[in-house]
């Protein structure tokens, strides 16, 4: 078709408004794409911000739950070696019986009702349960052979035994503190604490905190979550399996991989790690996505995670990307009113204050928390002096009670030892007396002699108040001592009892030309010889024909002194009852009962000990047991 030269060809409609439908189309887009740009900008700086705040959220949440967990099972440390201090532990550790097993038991009991933990007991060092806090309970540990555990290999080379693990008798799960008991510089037994961790589950579920505590091998031993619990945090080699199979601390447990969906490393200690909704018990949700942060707890190889959602963040995220898309919009398209953007402002300053006032929400439970943990750190400390000074205390009262024996056995011989000093005392009267007459007469050599034995009744009477002088002072538990020396003291102030002057005393204890040395302080061995050889000649008061025999016998280092006596000897029923306090078979008022258990105490400070043995022939004997003092080892004393 040809357009005539007077108009210009006609262009259709159609074809004008297409370029300009096609930009206007181009800028919508362009739009689009900058809104959606900005809101993506957006959701990933919120995103970011959020996971920052997160964490410095979850550092300080994680510092208080890991000052929880160390708190929780340090508190019991102190409780194993607490068995050390009792008695009648070491006792049953060194001669087992069933009348001192009672006593532990009964002990072990009570103790462990009052300190909350879940079982106490007692192993030889052979790994058997010798008492324990459940011997009432049909899963008794009695008789137990648990010397597989690696707490108890730890303790009886003198290592702390730390040991978290599932009980192989009641398939209960604890965390063990195990310690080395000792009897002078040896190893005689141990003694375990089992303490249950639970509460810190049961405080996490409680407050809605998601955590979990790792083992040295990976395990997770506590977690909010059930589902999680004995989980692997990372993959387990055949030979890993194999060993903790072999040494039954998880018991026949699986040990499943805990798997997450996803994960991303963020930093040092920090993770985002998606999991399945049936790991987390809501079978009704999806993927759940977590912040992960991870420390290593003090004292021990555990490590506490912390699990925080990030649901809220996201959902901020989002929410924060779609108002900088609007944002974006309202700059572009500049179609908001005034009173929309102020309810925009309105909208960001409230979700400021909000965020403002839950931080110092959190600032001030952070605070709170701080305060709770300072109290319970100066609760413990007070409670550590508390124990120091009840050591104290009982140290100063066997010291009392040591001296408190001595006075006894002086005021139950006072009335010999008057006996004794009165006569020389009389005879002073009259030798004095004499003298002065026989001056007057010029009877020199009679006076002389009289002098002369009033001289020697002096220095009588000087031997037997020194004696009892030497006898009544205080001592400590150090020192060495002669036995020679100890065993004439000893003598001399029993000279005067009753039957003694009866009695036919044979001693057989030389060491060689020199005499024998015994690490024990002079005045202590003493009182342990006085106590012996009164016991025996107090059980000989009946006897026709007495009989005291001292034998010495020399083991190397150390040297064992026997005191027998060939009395009726000691009956069957209270032969166990021999070294309790307060207990005797003296009639009336003769005896407190105190003599053997302090003398027993006394070599016990001594690292010694005091034994009884009742001999086919008759009578009883008593064997002291103490180290030698060696010719280097040897101190100057001060008498």
Known sequence: MQCSTASPCAVPPALTVKPRLARLLLLILLLLLLVLGCGYA??????????????????????????????????????????????SVGRLL????????????????????????????????SGRVLAT????????????????????QDA???????????????????????????SGERIIGVAVVKVRLDSLEQR????RLQAYVSDENGIIILSSNPSRRLKAVHPLGPNTRERLARSLQYHWWALEELQPLARRTLGDGLEQVSFAADQDGEADAGPITYLAQTRPLNDTPWHLTLLTPLQEQRRAALSHAMLAAVACALLIFLGLALNQRRKVIATRLAAREALEQANNELERKIAERTADLQASNQRLQAEVRERQQAETTLRQAQDELVQAGKLAVIGQMS????????????????????????????????????????????????????????????????????LEQAVDAALLLLQNHPGYAAVQLHRDYAHGPADVRLAIEQTRLEQILVNLIANALEAMSEQAERQLWLTGHDDGERYRLSVRDNGPGIAADVREHLFEPFFTTKPGEKGLGLGLTLSASLAAAAAGSLTVQHPDSGGTAFELNLAKVSAHQETPRHD
């Open 204 to 207: 996490w579920q409680r407050a």
């Open 133 to 152: 806090s459940n011997w009432r309970t049909p899963s008794s540990y009695l008789g137990e052979d648990l010397s597989f555990r690696a707490y108890f």
């Open 415 to 482: 009335t010999s030892i008057a006996h004794e000093l009165n006569q020389p005392l009389a005879a002073l009267r009259t030798l004095s007396g004499n003298t002065v007459r026989f001056l007057q007469r010029g009877a020199l050599d009679v006076a002389s002699s009289n002098l002369q034995t009033i001289g020697e009744l002096v220095d009588r009477m000087g031997k037997i108040t020194a004696s009892l002088r030497a006898f009544a002072r205080r001592s400590g538990d150090q020192g060495e001592a002669s």
């Open 42 to 87: 957006g959701y990933h700086l919120s995103e970011r911000s959020g996971i920052r705040d997160l964490a410095e959220g979850g550092e300080r949440q994680l510092e208080l739950n890991a000052r929880a967990v160390e708190s929780e099972i340090t508190k019991y440390t102190y409780l194993p070696s607490l068995l050390e201090l009792e008695y």
């Open 156 to 182: 009886i080379e003198g290592k702390p035994g730390r040991f978290y693990g599932i009980g192989s008798t009641t398939g209960e799960p604890g965390y063990y503190l195990a310690h080395g008991l000792k």
């Open 94 to 125: 060194q001669t087992p019986t069933t009348y001192r097993r009672g006593l532990v038991n009964d002990y072990l009991e009570g103790l462990n009702q009052r300190s909350g933990s879940l079982a106490i007991y007692v192993l030889d060092r």
